[in-house]
């Protein structure tokens, strides 16, 4: 099905069809750290995850806020394997209105996916959990015409 697509489509199918982010992230000496997050998008350029501000990602963040990350179907065979790249800056949400609007993408992909819903309270004062949203720059994806990993940019 993947074959019928245009790049941008394909690139959109992934993301919409995907829970899982791999961010990769790194210290403020440069060591990388990869970490899988569960994801919410409305738009493609934007997505929101809620973490530990303590986890290393987290950390990693608030001294680098710039990131690469990528979203692949697992689901499918090597042959016809396909992922999103992302480059974005990312970091805690700390605006009200901000955490309201994100939390509440996050939370209809959540009750979509046959979650609990998500206000604001969960991700706010004394809740252990902090609203964290990337402002993807670039996204790309494997060439399917490609024997080898050659990317190519798209706009899903």
């Known amino acids: 099905m993947l074959a019928r697509m245009t790049n941008d ?24 750290w990869a970490s899988p997050v569960w994801f919410a998008h409305e738009d493609p350029r934007e997505l929101f995850w809620v973490s530990f501000p303590g986890a290393r990602h987290s950390r990693n963040l608030a001294d680098r806020p710039e990131l690469a990350m990528v979203v692949f179907d697992s689901t499918r065979p090597s042959a016809g394997a396909q992922a999103v790249y992302m480059s ?9 209105a901000e955490i309201e609007r994100g939390i509440g993408v996050f939370s209809r992909v959540s009750v979509r996916e046959g979650l609990e819903p998500w ?4 991700v706010t004062g004394g809740a252990r959990l902090r609203l964290y949203r990337a402002q993807v720059t670039e996204h790309s ?13 798209v706009r899903p």
């Open 119 to 122: 206000g604001p309270d969960r």
């Open 141 to 153: 994806i494997l060439d399917p015409g490609a024997t080898v990993d050659i990317r190519t940019t």
């Open 88 to 96: 974005a800056t990312a970091g805690q949400v700390t605006d009200p």
């Open 9 to 32: 489509d394909i690139a959109r199918a992934v993301l919409d069809g995907t829970s899982y982010v791999v961010l990769a992230t790194a210290d403020a000496a440069g060591l990388p």
